[in-house]
């Protein structure tokens, strides 16, 4: 379902949490996500979340649950400057 911001108010922290999760589960841990695809998903407006679903893969990559990515290269909890992409973390790597 698109977000459209005339018809709702903007998605809660939890909500882009939940979304940011699923896609990036979606995707695998062979693929990546960029942040900005899971705002886009909210509709026209997306620009205006990014602040908060950059916060969003702050935390989860934090928790163990997604890695910064860049280049090709893991960052793991730290988020390498400018654009950079998201993979999740397989269930086993988050046992520890």
Request: with cysteine.
């Amino acid at each position: 379902m698109m977000f459209d911001q005339k018809d709702e108010d903007p998605p809660t922290y939890a909500i882009l949490r939940q979304r940011m999760i699923d896609m990036a589960t979606q995707r695998g841990a062979a693929k990546t996500l960029c942040p900005s695809e899971v705002a886009k998903t909210f509709g026209s407006y997306w620009r205006d979340l990014m602040p908060r679903v950059h916060q969003v893969a702050d935390q989860l990559c934090a928790e163990g649950k997604l890695t910064f990515e860049k280049g090709g290269i893991s960052h793991g909890q730290n988020r390498p400057s400018g654009h950079y992409r998201l993979r999740i973390v397989p269930d086993d790597e988050n046992d520890d």
